[in-house]
C-alpha cells in the first residue's frame, strides 16, 4: 500500500477531490494519475492527545486492507472521527466499507477546503 505523504497532494486531493462518510470515518478521494492508488490516514487534534489520535491511524491502517484499499487509479484520504476511536474493529471495517461505497458510487465535492489557500493582505484604515 503506498502512503500519499507530500502536502501538494493533500491540497490537491481536498481542492478538487470528492467526498462520501459514515459515522466513524470519512473519506475523501481524487482520481490519480498513476494507475496504482495511494492511501493517507488523518486523525485531527480534535480527536484526542496523540496517543489515541496514532491508535486511530493504526487501526485505520489495518482496516483499510479488509474494506479494498487502495483503490486504483484513485487517490484516497481516510479521515476518522471521534467515533473511530471508540469503534471496535469489525464496525469500523463495515463502516469503511460503507464510506468508500458512498464516496466512490455517489461522488459529491470535497466540502473541507486546504487552510493554506492565498493569505491577503490585512485592510489598513
Do not use: Y
Amino acid at each position: 500500500m503506498r502512503i500519499i505523504k507530500g502536502q501538494p497532494d493533500f491540497d490537491r486531493i481536498f481542492g478538487e477531490g470528492f467526498s462520501g462518510g459514515s459515522h466513524q470515518s470519512r473519506v475523501v478521494w481524487a482520481p490519480s494519475s498513476e494507475a496504482e492508488g495511494r492511501v493517507a490516514f488523518v486523525a485531527p487534534k480534535r480527536i484526542g492527545c496523540a496517543v489515541v489520535r496514532n491508535r486511530c491511524k493504526r487501526v485505520l491502517r489495518a482496516c483499510a486492507g479488509e474494506a479494498g484499499l487502495p483503490a486504483a487509479g484513485k487517490d484516497v484520504v481516510l479521515m476518522a472521527t471521534p467515533a473511530t476511536a471508540r469503534a471496535t474493529h469489525d464496525e469500523l471495517v463495515r463502516s469503511l466499507r460503507l464510506s468508500l461505497k458512498r464516496a466512490f458510487e455517489d461522488p459529491r465535492p470535497a466540502r473541507c477546503r486546504s487552510r493554506r489557500g492565498p493569505r491577503r493582505k490585512p485592510v489598513v484604515a
